[in-house]
């Protein structure tokens, strides 16, 4: 007895410790699905992103209809019957005098029964037409402009989840240097406080370090605040549940901005807008050959067997009675004569909007030249900024290091201290405040540049 409740409560034990272990799984594994480096994010992106979802499905439908246009050139097969029934018998006239009548005279006659019946099957075969093999060659074409639109969506996903993944880790760092900030003041509050407890300092002291630290919270809460919306842009862009945590494992670090030597012009055609825009105009050539292959005739081949049945009473699936069949072979020219020079206006329409096309490619081509100028002329800018905002953070911290020694040692004033520690929060906001935008202006030129990878 002693041995089954032993061997009962070991079960448990291992039930429980399998349990145990099982929610220990789930839970790393959640946290793993939560963490994304910049490149897992960007990977998330192109499968779960809506618009590129869409891109994707555009992809297959574009697909689909290309089968639809090949189609038209394989044999079409059709099959028909019907049953009628017929109120009144159509009558026809004939010359009375077959019937021994008047000449001139016609009788009416109805010939014909009551229930008819016919069943058959049509088949048609495209021989030639050229409208139609200009359409196959557009196919390929046509397939190529969806790849080329969705490497676009792609391509601005990607732009979107960097800016929003280097936004949300630039909130991050922040947050990390004003807890850090007010951990500071917050202790030279302290020992202020105890320093005007015991009469060594002046109450206004103390107020004006209470202020400052007050002022360091209101902005930290600004700063969590605008965390939130920072993570919430990059779930959004990334696809992700908004509900669902996110963690980032990159760091921010200033070696993101580091870039090889700039070329003197951007080469336009590693962009995917241009290759969208190239594609176009292929297929508005072939547009306009396939109207002028209108002129040409067109040959297609066609075959029809039927069976024709009727009867005084309805009795048409009666094998007792037969049916009567019909075949029929042949081809059918079409040949354009005259069609009151529509198809003329068709190719000046045609020809027009070719040359609106390339006119669009020329004013890309000047626009992707002003893109990469001025995404250089930000970024550069941008960096050296971003050198002299760091020297002056550096040297924002450094004074107010020394205010605060001066401070204790009794030669610095309250007012020097509180001036000393604005000036480390302004240069920490306009640090990061840069560190961004330059961020910004990086992708901006990888964009102009046609480097962004997915």
Known sequence: MKNNHTKQYTMKKILLLLVAYA????????????????????????????????????EAIAKKKVDEITGIGTPQINASADINKFIEIPTSFVPAEFFGGNPGEFFGVQFGQPYTASAGVTATQLLFDGSYLVGLQATKT?????????????TETAVNVSKAYYGALVADARLLIIDANIQRVTKLFSDTKALNDNGLVEKID???????????????????????????????QMGYDNAKALTLTDKLDESILAVTALPD???????????LINVQRQ????????????????????????????????NIFNTD??????????????????????RKSQIAQSKLTLQ???????????????????????????????????????????????SKIK?????????????????????????FNTLYETIISKIDLDKSIGTITF
Do not use: C, H
């Open 407 to 431: 401070y204790q040692s009794g030669v610095g004033s309250s007012l020097e201290l509180i001036d000393a520690e604005s000036s480390v929060k302004e240069a920490d906001a306009n640090y």
């Open 142 to 154: 046509y397939m190529d402009l969806s790849r080329k639109a969705t490497v676009q969506t792609k």
């Open 283 to 314: 297929l508005q050539a072939l547009d306009l050959k396939r109207i002028k292959a209108g002129y040409f005739p067109s040959l297609v081949a066609f075959g029809t067997a039927s069976a024709n049945a009727s009867r005084n009473e309805f």
């Open 265 to 275: 012009s951007a080469d336009y055609t590693k962009r995917p807008e241009y290759g």
């Open 206 to 236: 103390v107020d004006r370090l209470e202020l400052s630290l007050n002022n360091l919270k209101v902005e930290k809460e600004k700063v969590e605040r605008f965390k939130l919306l920072s993570y919430a842009l990059l779930k959004f």
């Open 356 to 402: 609106k096309v390339d006119n669009s490619m020329a004013l890309m081509k000047n626009g992707f030249a002003l893109d990469y100028e001025n995404a250089k002329t930000s970024y550069q800018n941008n960096l050296a900024s971003l050198k002299i905002v760091k020297k002056n953070q550096t040297l924002a911290n450094e004074i107010s290091r020394v």
């Open 23 to 58: 929610s220990i799984t789930q839970v790393r594994a959640q946290d793993a699905n939560s963490s994304f480096s910049l490149k897992q994010a960007i990977e998330f992106a192109m499968n779960n992103q809506p618009n590129v979802k869409n891109a994707l499905l555009d």
């Open 321 to 342: 009675y037969r049916w009567f069949p019909t075949v029929i072979a042949g081809l059918k020219l079409n040949v354009p004569i005259w069609d009151g020079l529509q």
